[in-house]
């Protein structure tokens, strides 16, 4: 199996280490990941400057982009070959709910889906650095060999959330569905050393709906969370109602 990784953290993350460390146990692993975090950057693609690719160990590139350039540089250059999977992680803190559109981590996953390469992505449910990255890698292990042999429907690919807990303690996989943020109160604002006001977007985490079923309910009673999501965003039951509207 030829696996390509990639994550938004940065190429130095321990998350993205310890991945690539247990998926070499199934097959040929290259790297190709941002040279720094990059966390929150979503899908952009850098089309206003060149990008840079360090090798920087055996099969180990270090790209001062976005993890969607990651994924292009990777696939149409870096590797010379078409990965069977593409598996981006381990991310540092959950990516669920909404937030998975302001996701790098997700959208390298959502990257390779639109080339036509299996993909998924998956995150560490911690609001710290993260102990249990181990188990994570294992789960993301399994799931990579499950979709080598199986494959993936058409259009999608999936966001795994893993608590962080030992692997003993994880609670057995649920498939869930994409959860809802409340956001309230994400702004911070203040004055600066200079008597001028700034903005910072907070994180709110536990800001999350209970809604039974979804990645949040999941996660945080314990489950690893597996989400198939896929990038045709279109909401067809409003088409109806849309064409409905007199637009002239
Ligand atoms: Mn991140």
Redesign the pocket.
């Known amino acids: 199996m030829k696996i390509l990784v990639t994550?938004?953290?940065g190429i130095h993350a321990r998350g993205i280490t310890v991945l690539a460390g247990e998926l070499q146990k199934l097959g040929d692993v290259t790297v190709v990941a941002p040279d720094r975090?990059?966390?929150?950057v979503g899908h952009a693609l850098t089309l206003h400057h060149p990008l840079r690719a360090m090798e920087i160990g055996s099969s180990i590139f270090a790209v001062d982009g976005t993890p969607t350039d990651c994924v292009n540089l990777g696939i149409h250059t870096l590797l010379g070959f078409k990965p069977d999977i593409v598996v981006s992680g381990i991310?540092?803190?959950a990516n669920l709910g909404d937030d998975v559109t302001y996701?790098?981590?997700v959208s390298a996953a959502m990257e390779a889906t639109l080339m036509g390469i299996p993909a998924f992505a998956v995150s560490l449910a911690t609001s710290g650095p993260g102990d249990n990255y181990q188990s994570a890698a294992v789960f993301a292990a399994r799931l990579a060999g499950l979709i080598f042999e199986k494959g993936l429907p058409a259009d999608t690919f999936l966001n795994v959330n893993v608590p962080d807990v030992a692997e003993a303690e994880l609670l057995p996989p649920l498939v869930t569905s994409q959860g809802k943020r409340r956001y309230e109160g994400l702004i911070i604002d203040k004055i600066d050393p200079r008597g001028r006001k700034y903005y910072w977007i907070g994180n709110g985490q536990q800001n999350f709906r209970d809604l039974e079923g979804t990645d949040y309910h999941a996660v945080s009673r314990g489950h690893i969370s597996v989400t198939p999501l896929h990038l045709d965003l279109t909401n067809y039951e409003s088409m109806q109602l849309l064409r409905k509207w007199e637009f002239e």
């Open positions: 994550n938004d953290d975090e990059r966390s929150a991310n540092r803190g996701s790098g981590t």
